[in-house]
């Protein structure tokens, strides 16, 4: 990260360097105008011959550095969006999942589509506000060199519109963090329409597109208030610097009347009154953009720096899992006071009908959630603040999978090795889970070859306590029978919820918890 950060301030430096060397250029040109209406043409044309190469010469400069300027923007910006994406996902994989889960997926795909742009919109700005008062300096310089009467009346007219950004910027901001706010719930109600597709049919097709109707319509009004209200604080600014022009023409006019100033400097003066007046305005617009985009920066930020997950960690499963006395109420259901002892390298079937707590003592052990009230202990020891990702692994019935190859889907992207994978294989000797294997795309895969694949990733793990919630439910009763049967046989601590309450399906099990417990 720091080499990416030192290399955004070279490529920021040599934009702005590059672009007081165009500016400079630039500048020099009305100036020149001046020698020209100002020259005594008596003395020959050699001076006209300079003038003139010198006005190529000063447009050549110009060209070129604004071009090495405005490249650089371009790789500042490439720069910058590789730093600030990699490190906001890094950060997001260094949450608590019970800190992940503060924001819904919609929102932080939302930040990285909309906030980290605006943010970049932020930066830019203030590197644009820079090179525009280097631009006003180096103007300003050039106009004292000129008259500095001029320079005075156009630098003190100019100077009025500065405080425009002020009157404006606030509720710049906040119209904007209300459309990028819209935004995410927008594509909150996209990801949740779309992916109830299953659900759409001739009945249905115009009721979900109304929906969809509804959010967007909220959000292109809230994109809307902002525009309008932009292009009113622009055209404010833009107001400002018209004025200006009218007061400068018009002290240009009376000292012309009154003989005070030649005509070249007449001619150079209205030069840089649209030289100077525009970077301005463009100032104007530019410290408005860092208003608007200020909110986004600072959620951003907020966001990257928020506590990361820096746990001690469970090493080691010696004996026992025990719930003293837990209770948890999720909505309108509780559980309440649960207590039960799980012993290390013993098979547990977990059955019960659903919506008594089966899965929530999973996502309670795995500190999915957290208990209200009572202790969850491991070894006697509280897993409160605790990492126990190296010792306990679970997967439920619609567990994630990955759009990679089989491989990379067990494997995590090379997380585990694939030898530890190819274990796995032979100790299951299943010929479907062979075939399987060799499926390039797991999108390909059927449900219940998913849940085969998801079994292959949690045993490749190789986790002293495996659970499992309704994790075979899609796989045919006889690939389902012979795996779970292999499985059991490992030196394991296993939880295995079922709704499966056949004497063939519990009998290699050591105990049977039956939910709801009395």
Avoid at 357 to 368: E, H, P
Wanted: hydrophobic fraction near 45%; charged fraction near 20%.
């Amino acid at each position: 990260m720091k080499k990416y950060v030192l290399k955004i301030k070279y490529i920021i430096v040599i934009k702005i360097v590059a672009a007081l060397i165009s500016i400079i250029g630039l500048a020099s040109m009305p100036y020149i105008l001046k020698l020209l209406f100002d020259y005594d043409f008596s003395k020959g044309k050699r001076g006209i011959v300079y003038l003139v190469l010198a006005y190529a010469f000063a447009m050549f400069i110009g060209m070129l550095f604004e071009y090495i300027s405005q490249r650089h923007a371009w790789k500042l910006e490439q720069r910058f969006n590789i730093l600030i994406k990699q490190d906001l996902f890094d950060s997001i994989l260094r949450k608590k999942y019970t800190d992940f889960k503060h924001h819904e997926v919609s929102e932080y795909i939302s930040i990285f589509n909309n906030d980290i742009k605006t943010s970049e919109q932020y930066i830019e700005s203030i590197v644009a506000v820079i090179q525009t008062v280097l631009q006003l300096l180096v103007y300003g310089f050039f106009l004292f060199a000129l008259d500095y009467r001029l320079a005075i009346v156009i630098i003190l007219s100019s100077s009025l519109s500065l405080i425009l950004p002020h009157i404006t910027g606030d509720r710049l901001s906040q119209k904007k963090s209300g459309h990028l706010s819209a935004m995410a719930s927008y594509i909150d109600t996209l990801l949740d329409l779309l992916s109830g597709f299953r659900f759409v049919n001739n009945e249905t097709r115009t009721s979900i597109s109304q929906k969809q109707k509804i959010s967007l319509l909220a959000t292109e009004e809230k994109l809307y208030e902002f525009g309008k209200f932009k292009t009113f604080a622009n055209v404010l600014s833009g107001s400002s610097m018209y004025f200006l022009q009218l007061v400068v023409f018009a002290v240009i006019a009376l000292m012309l009347l009154k003989h005070t100033i030649t005509m070249g400097i007449a001619v150079a003066a209205l030069g840089y009154i649209q030289s100077f007046c525009f970077p301005m305005a463009y100032l104007l617009t530019e410290i408005n953009n860092v208003n608007a985009s200020k909110s986004a920066k600072e959620k951003l930020i907020k966001l990257i720096q928020e506590k990361i997950d820096y746990r001690p960690i469970i090493e080691r499963f010696r004996s026992s899992i025990k719930f003293v006395n837990v209770s948890v109420k999720l909505g309108d259901f509780t559980l309440q006071n649960f207590s039960y002892e799980f012993k290390k390298g013993k098979k547990y079937a977990i059955v019960g009908p659903s919506g008594v707590g089966k899965s929530t003592v999973f996502n309670l052990l795995m500190q999915y959630i957290h208990p209200d009230s009572g202790k969850i202990l491991i070894d006697d020891k509280s897993i409160l603040g605790m990492d126990t990702s190296k010792i306990i692994a679970c997967i439920n019935q619609f567990e994630h999978t990955f759009n990679a190859t089989f491989m990379e889907n067990v494997t995590v992207f090379g997380a585990y090795s694939e030898g530890t994978v190819e274990n796995v294989f032979h100790y299951f000797t299943n010929e479907k889970l062979n075939t399987i294997s060799k499926k390039e795309s797991a999108r390909d895969l059927s449900g219940g070859e998913k849940q085969m694949l998801q079994l292959v990733r949690l045993v490749a793990v190789d986790s002293e306590i495996l659970l499992f919630d309704e994790s075979f439910s899609a796989i045919d009763h006889e690939n389902s029978k012979q795996l779970q049967h292999s499985l059991l046989l490992k030196d394991k601590t296993i939880l295995f919820i079922t709704h499966n309450k056949t004497r063939e399906n519990l009998e290699d099990f050591d105990e049977i918890v039956q939910f709801p417990m009395l």
